[in-house]
């Protein structure tokens, strides 16, 4: 069974400019997780989506980050425009809807904005 | 709104021997699991063990063991005949029952060497 894919593993970009980032869950899990990991930290939340409905995004700074998972499959995460505080890993996870607590993650993707 | 915290950030150990990990949280649910996540540096987050608040009886699996106390709030990893491929950043976790939602809140991490 393949886990969660993440693409890209690294980006670089400079300040101002937009990034994205495409995730696709174990198949089958109904449930898709964004965290963000700053460095030396814990991941925190920015939004859940159960199938293509996100459910929980109170933890997501609107004003730039936006989000869709349009299939209820794979989602993208999208920072426009990026600043430098946003430099991090975004990670992704996937869970069943019912009978399953367990949240996968993917590998993450490290974002550095300079 | 819960709130986990690890008081150690490194920890060292010797190759074979025991350690311990510590974990609290604050929470006014009743409800609830308790997970501990490795994270090395590759970053991808494995599930060490996770516990259910229900249950009294501790976890295990193979070589680690929780420690649950829910009247202390505290939930604390250890880690037996410690192996190389231990090393890497320990995350204790809290997740409300699915029932209430299913955000994990995560402690602050510690960096766990397990040396030759």
């Known amino acids: 069974e393949a886990g969660v894919v993440q693409s890209p593993r690294y980006k670089i970009i400079e300040k101002k400019q937009p990034v994205a980032f495409w995730c696709n869950p174990i198949?089958?899990?109904?449930?898709l997780y964004w965290y963000r990991q700053n460095l030396g930290q814990g991941p925190e939340l920015l939004i859940r989506?159960?199938?293509?409905?996100?459910?929980?995004d109170s933890q997501l700074p609107k004003d730039r980050f936006s989000a869709e998972r349009l299939k209820g499959v794979d989602s993208t995460l999208k920072i426009q425009p990026a600043e430098l505080g946003d430099s991090a890993v975004y990670l992704c996870?996937?869970?069943?809807?019912?009978?399953?607590?367990?949240?996968?993650f993917g590998p993450g993707t490290r974002l550095t904005v300079t | 709104a819960q709130t986990v915290t690890q008081s150690q950030p490194e920890m060292s150990v010797q190759e074979a021997e025991t350690v311990t990990l510590s974990c609290t949280y604050d929470t006014s649910e009743n409800n609830y699991y308790l997970f501990w996540y490795k994270q090395p540096p590759s970053r991808q987050m494995i599930l060490v063990i996770r516990q259910e608040a229900y249950k009294q009886q501790n976890a295990t699996e193979n070589r680690f063991s929780v420690n649950f106390q829910k009247a202390a709030k505290s939930f604390s990893l250890k880690i037996s005949d410690s192996q190389l491929g231990d090393t890497a950043m320990y995350f204790c976790a809290f997740m409300k029952h699915r029932t209430s939602g299913s955000r994990l809140t995560f402690g602050e991490g510690t960096q766990l060497t397990v040396n030759p």
């Open positions: 989506y159960e199938n293509e409905e996100a459910v929980d």
């Open positions: 996870a996937s869970s069943l809807v019912t009978g399953n607590y367990e949240q996968y």
């Open positions: 198949s089958g899990h109904n449930t």
